[in-house]
């Protein structure tokens, strides 16, 4: 990843899962899964926006997954829009922020 890349990263210093691990925890640990890419400024706004709400996500790098990619792709019309949340089961492209706040606030 170059330096400007880590620095548009939604996770600097987190932990980007797979998702065949977060397809392994139980449904009550995922309610909100964020997909994103690095470089990808709606996806830094996102996170910026969440604050430390969005650590209680379970963020995916499309860009490490491929399952993840396709599973982006088959929900955007063959497109890699990110980000793509999927709240209770449900994908949503770029989503309002106040969106994706009010659900994780519901699941603290």
Do not use: K
């Amino acid at each position: 990843m170059t330096r400007v890349t880590s620095w548009l990263s939604p996770w600097q210093g987190g932990r980007s899962l797979r998702l065949e691990e977060v397809l392994a925890m139980p449904e009550s640990e995922r309610e909100v899964v964020i997909y994103w890419r690095p470089g990808c400024g709606y996806c830094l706004q996102l996170r910026t926006s969440l604050g430390a709400l969005g650590e209680q996500a379970q963020w995916i790098n499309i860009w490490q997954d491929d399952a993840a990619a396709a599973f982006v792709r088959s929900v955007n019309d063959g497109n890699e829009t990110v980000p793509t949340v999927v709240m209770d089961g449900i994908p949503h492209t770029n989503p309002d922020p106040d969106t994706v706040r009010e659900r994780l606030e519901a699941v603290a």
